[in-house]
């Protein structure tokens, strides 16, 4: 087949570029295009969910790590899954190695199955299915409890083809590889390695039926199918199960490495099921059972002078791995625009913060809550607030997300309630395992809250990583030169807000509406200003009017004012038109009070129309006021 | 000749690599610092190598550790005694000490700093103990073990693992195991949630039974197996968690209500034995002759009308105070005399729990804080030790440090006590081993030896309820998860018999 290509690409040197093509170019170029776009969306399209996901993972340079990944079956596998994700870190950096690694495999793919250039994407196939086991992810980011998850099938379906290789080209090798493979590649690569031995074994028998083997060889691949069977059921469970791992149960053995806590024993969390995460994982060894089967069957294949046959192969290969990989590729907006917003909150760019809030029509309500933090941080909350998209997008995962396990702790952190911060890293670390972002919570929080030598056990632990080892250090030197912590700007607000008495509360889960009750029922002297604003801004939230007259009052009193902000004057207007008892003597704008005059007008107008209906004709005009969200934005959830 | 140049080669590399003692030094009149604190601690000569790294700086490092004409010279920041050579200093040093020499290095300058000693005990420690591992958590929990260490080496095994049962979404906790005489052929541990229930071992045949009854407050808690008799007392409680918005403490585990009742392993029947409800009452011991019940008890906060029970304490919990009470039991009838206050620590503002009789009868080992029952999230806890004899207490300064201890219990003989603490980083409890003279005062306690000196900076679990076995669990993991797979036998309830 190779010396084919050679003569197509020799026949036609003289001729134009498209007229040299050949069926072996066409599949490298539409390869190569693969690749490249896809390193491209990863690089540069999803760059904040690819550092999001080393932030939700970790990898320590040190033995007691890998004692504690190696206790478990395929411990070994989630240990280098982990070492590559952290390359995200570095967004271009992560998606090159992982691509590289994805080429990595194709190349392995075509060589171990004998595939031909001119039928090259075929290798892409199972490069799709793995790359959408991943890609799919989302929100399970923060649920999937396997380190190194994100890498996990890629690495081991190139260890399992290493092997096949080994069993294809060295015959003599074949019984005893696929056997250690099965045996011992079970601890280091848990299920991958059990289906990879049964792919290997099928393979081989094919290559012995298709091959000029005696039926001798035959039978003995069709009974050596047999044993690699019986050793996938056995070794698990009867060898492993009662001799080595006494933490895993029974059931769950013979899928080490596979999120069966998460989609399998949680299935009925979901109701809506959770079987497509499963579908490329599922089908990965029958594309491998595929190509074994039509190893040695492609050279010539559509060679003749009837291409077509092969030029619609081609096409559906194609058009099958760009839909798969198109299908299961999470693009969900808000989970975007929450990743940014994260990692410009690590990078203290709160103007970038409020402003990647405007990238989504329908915010979840942790865009919102990062944002009027954002807000609150650059002076603006009483002022723009109300200015952002607004509302209570359902979260595109098909269970319940609850911000306590998400971005949550960022939110207490900056609101100064440090213990609860502290309180869910170690909550989630215990249920997912301690991720960089849970340990750079922790260092802040038990930093600012004075108990330095806890901040200092969560601080050595990231001097042990390769990327958090430098802000490891810098958070070192504040606990021992302390009196610098106060002075450093983005310590500022969580120190102001952290200036409350001891209490004894629960937050349920509900990071905002906890924050909300929270930052309500504080009534503190020291720098009462920035905690009264966000507890009008929370108050009108909850449009609670009680309340916002309440908080209204303290902020009033904390001192002079030069002026009330926007919304606060539009909620003042707003209150005491829907109150006539109510007066007040704070000064409103002339423009707030005309705006709000046409805007009760327009309503007027429209008596009886419901207001869902309503809701679109006024954003245009009255989208950043309060009044629309007072009456338009309705049914805020929070999780 | 080829290995006769080998053998040279290697002579050479050996030499060069084996560390000595530098013969020019200055002195720095001041002790290193290592990690873990090592120094000046008394040890068991049946203890696993004490492993420690100097903390001061340096380019190189030399630690020389004698006793008694033997000697061995390490190189390096960490010191880590093999096995055999840590055999050969304690045999050496039985009642006396080994000495530390530290020396370092800058810039090839050596410096020497003030020796310090491990004091090597005659009195021998149990051969294993036992303890559960768990994050530091408050409501979360995921992969939990209750695991037994061979104390003369760092083999550590799971005793049970949740995970060999567990499932989601349900989870499984596991807690409060607790053996009969520091024998493992009577045991026991509570499993929570899915399959729950109490996994018994009598005489080395272990079932699982269902503690709840109708007429008692909830299925057994704390355990205590009674040393003589086939009983076993149970603090049952209503407990829930609350968070401190500030406090360094965290978190405050309360009790809504507690009793104690007695379970008696022959008839498979419970009692109750305190169920005041005006009281909380918690923590039950035995006397060494199973003759007398001690426990812990609190008056319950004064709540307003209408207000429910978990509000009242949670506005009032610092005025949640336990004393140490106790009550003769009569092992012929089952019935129990009257209460009697042995330490009152309500009186004094204090609130004290876990208490732990001495196997010799004399001493009453407890841990004692501000306020509430749940001890190991306060740092101000403290162990202290009452002469039961004489009514005095004392702090075991020794072994205390300023942030929670907790968690105590004794070694077999009453020589060694185990308790947990939280010095290290105020977070993850810790093991602790302290000598008890014949005073009933303690040594300077050291840390539970691992094989590596930094094991605790990375391990992410606490431990939690140590107890002392004189032998190991014979029951593997796999067979104790069969049984918690079974049906839990329900056991009756019966009313209390008086005294008469």
Redesign the interface.
């Known amino acids: 087949m190779k010396n084919t290509d050679k003569k197509d690409v020799a026949a036609a040197p003289a001729k134009g570029f498209f007229a040299t093509l050949t069926a072996a170019k066409v599949s490298k170029i539409v390869v190569a295009v693969f690749f490249v776009a896809v390193w491209a969306l990863l690089a540069f399209g999803e760059g904040a969910t690819l550092f999001r996901v080393a932030e939700q993972s970790l990898f320590l340079y040190n033995g007691h790590f890998l004692r504690e990944a190696m206790a478990l079956p395929a411990g070994f596998l989630s240990y280098i899954g982990a070492f590559f994700i952290q390359f995200f870190y570095y967004p271009v950096l992560g998606a090159t190695v992982y691509v590289a690694l994805l080429a990595a495999l194709y190349l392995l793919t075509k060589k171990v199955f004998d595939i031909p250039a001119r039928w090259s994407l075929l290798a892409l196939l199972p490069v799709a299915l793995v790359l959408a086991y991943s890609t799919q992810l989302g929100y399970w980011i923060f649920y999937i409890k396997i380190q190194g998850f994100y890498y996990m099938a890629l690495l081991s379906t190139l260890a399992s083809l290493l092997v096949a290789w080994v069993c294809l080209k060295y015959k003599a090798l074949y019984a005893p590889a696929v056997i250690l493979w099965a045996v011992g590649g079970y601890m280091l690569f848990g299920a991958y390695a059990l289906g990879g031995a049964v792919v290997i074994a099928v393979a081989s028998l094919v290559d012995r039926i298709k091959g000029r083997y005696g039926p001798l060889y035959v039978v003995s691949a069709a009974l050596m199918l047999v044993a690699v069977c019986v050793l996938v059921y056995a070794v698990p469970q009867g060898m492993y199960h009662y001799n080595i791992y006494s933490n895993t149960m029974l059931s769950h053995m013979p899928f080490a490495g596979l999120p069966v806590h998460q989609w399998v024993d949680n299935v009925e969390m979901y109701p809506n099921g959770i079987f497509e995460y499963w579908l490329p994982i599922a089908l990965l060894p029958v594309a491998y059972l595929l190509l074994a089967l039509l190893r040695g069957s492609l050279a010539d294949s559509g060679s003749g002078k009837k291409c077509w046959p092969y030029a619609v192969a081609q096409v559906v290969v194609a058009a099958c791995v760009v839909a798969f990989t198109a299908v299961y590729w999470y693009g969900d907006v808000n989970f975007d625009v929450e990743n940014k917003q994260n990692k410009a909150m690590w990078d203290e760019d709160w103007e970038a913060v409020a402003a990647y809030a405007m990238d989504s029509k329908l915010p979840t309500r942790q865009i919102v809550l990062n944002k009027n933090m954002a807000l609150l941080k650059l002076g603006r909350l009483g002022e723009d607030a109300f200015k952002y998209p607004d509302g209570s997008s359902d979260i595109a995962h098909p269970g319940v997300v609850h911000l306590t396990q998400t971005g949550g702790m960022m939110n207490y952190y900056q609101y100064g309630k440090f213990n609860f911060c502290y309180r869910w890293c170690i909550e989630n670390a215990v249920e997912y395992g301690w991720r960089a972002e849970y340990l750079k919570h922790a260092v802040r929080c038990m930093l600012l809250s004075g108990q330095h030598k806890l901040a200092m056990r969560y601080i050595n632990i990231l001097k042990e990583t390769l990327f958090y080892r430098s802000w490891a250090c810098e958070m070192e030197e504040y606990v021992n030169e302390p009196q610098k912590i106060s002075k450093q700007e983005e310590f500022r607000m969580p120190l102001l807000m952290y200036k409350y008495p001891d209490a004894l509360e629960l937050d349920d889960s509900y990071v905002e509406v906890y924050l909300s009750k929270s930052l309500s029922n504080i009534h503190t002297k020291e720098d009462a200003r920035l905690y009264a604003e966000a507890a009008v801004v929370f108050a009108l939230v909850r449009k609670d009017v009680n309340l916002f007259w309440d908080t209204m009052s303290r902020y009033i009193n904390k001192g002079k004012l030069t002026r009330v902000p926007h919304h606060f004057q539009e909620a003042i207007i707003l209150f005491t038109n829907l109150n006539k008892d109510i007066t007040t003597n704070i000064p409103i704008d002339f423009k707030v009070k005309s705006r709000f005059e046409s805007f009760i007008s327009e309503v007027k107008k429209l008596k009886g129309m419901k207001e869902e209906e309503m809701a679109p004709l006024f954003i245009e005009e009255y989208g950043d006021t309060y009044w629309y969200f007072y009456f338009f934005v309705r049914n805020i959830k929070t999780n | 000749m080829k290995n006769i140049a080998l053998l040279f080669v290697s002579a050479v590399a050996m030499l060069a690599c084996t560390p000595s003692v530098p013969s020019k030094y200055n002195a720095t009149g001041v002790a290193p610092q290592i990690h873990p604190d090592y120094a000046d601690v008394t040890v068991p000569v049946n203890i696993a190598p004490l492993v420690f790294e100097i903390s001061e700086k340096g380019d190189d490092y030399v630690t020389r550790l004698s006793a008694a004409g033997t000697e061995f010279v390490f190189g390096g920041k960490e010191v880590a005694p093999s096995q055999e050579e840590w055999g050969e200093l304690v045999a050496a040093a039985v009642g006396g000490e080994i000495k530390a020499e530290v020396f370092t290095a800058i810039n090839d300058k050596w410096r020497a700093f003030n020796a310090f000693s491990i004091k090597v005990s005659p009195d021998t420690i149990d051969a294993y103990i036992s303890y559960r591992l768990i994050?530091?958590?408050?409501?979360?929990?995921?992969?939990l073990?209750i695991s037994q260490r061979k104390l003369s080496t760092y083999e550590e095994?799971?005793i049970y693992?949740n995970?060999?049962?567990?499932?989601?979404?349900l989870g499984q906790c596991i807690n409060c195991h607790a053996y009969k005489n520091h024998r493992t052929n009577n045991m026991q541990f509570h499993v929570r949630q899915y399959k729950g229930g109490t996994v018994v071992v009598n005489n080395g045949k272990a079932v699982k039974l269902n503690l709840a009854t109708d007429s008692t407050l909830s299925a057994g808690v704390y355990p205590a197996f009674n040393p003589k008799y086939n009983v076993i007392a149970y603090s049952v409680n209503k407990t829930g968690q609350?968070?401190?918005?500030?406090?360094?403490n965290?978190?405050?585990v309360q009790d809504s209500a507690s009793d104690i009742i007695l379970f008696d392993m022959n008839n498979l029947t419970v009692t109750n034995v305190a169920n005041d409800t005006t009281k909380l009452e918690v923590f039950p011991w035995w006397s060494p002759d199973g003759r007398t019940l001690y426990y812990c008890s609190s008056h319950f906060p004064k709540r307003a009308p209408g207000q429910s029970a978990v509000d009242a304490e949670?506005r009032q919990?610092k005025t949640i105070k336990y004393s140490v009470l106790r009550r003769s039991y009569n092992p012929e009838t089952g019935a129990f005399g009257a209460v009697d206050t042995v330490f009152n620590a309500a009186k004094m503002g204090k609130s004290a729990t876990f208490p732990r009789v001495s196997p010799c009868g004399k001493y009453l080992l407890f841990a004692m804080a501000e306020y509430g029952c749940f001890h190991i999230w306060h740092q101000d806890a403290d162990l202290y030790m009452m002469n039961l004899e004489t009514g005095d207490f004392w702090p075991l300064e020794a072994a205390n440090s300023q942030y929670a201890e907790s968690y105590h219990s004794w070694n077999s003989t009453g020589r060694w006590i185990l308790f947990a603490s939280r010095r290290?980083?105020?977070?993850?409890s810790r093991l602790y081993i302290a000598h008890i003279g014949d005073d009933g005062r303690a040594e300077k306690a050291f840390l539970l030896p691992q094989q590596?000196a930094?094991?605790y900076?990375?391990?992410?679990r606490s431990y939690n309820v140590p107890e002392f076995m004189v032998e190991p669990v014979q029951i593997?993991?796999?067979e104790f998860?069969e049984v918690v797979e079974q049906d839990a036998v329900t056991v009756k309830y019966v009313s209390p018999k008086s005294e008469n």
Do not use: W
């Not at chain 2, 994050?135 to 992969?143: D, G, I, L």
């Not at chain 2, 995970?163 to 979404?169: D, H, I, N, R, S």
């Not at chain 2, 900076?457 to 992410?460: A, E, I, K, L, R």
């Open positions: 994050p530091p958590s408050y409501v979360a929990y995921e992969r073990s095994k799971d693992n995970m060999l049962v567990t499932a989601e979404p609350i968070f401190h918005t500030k406090h360094a965290k978190v405050e949670v919990y290290d980083d105020t977070n993850y590596n930094d094991f900076d990375f391990f992410d593997t993991p796999q998860a």
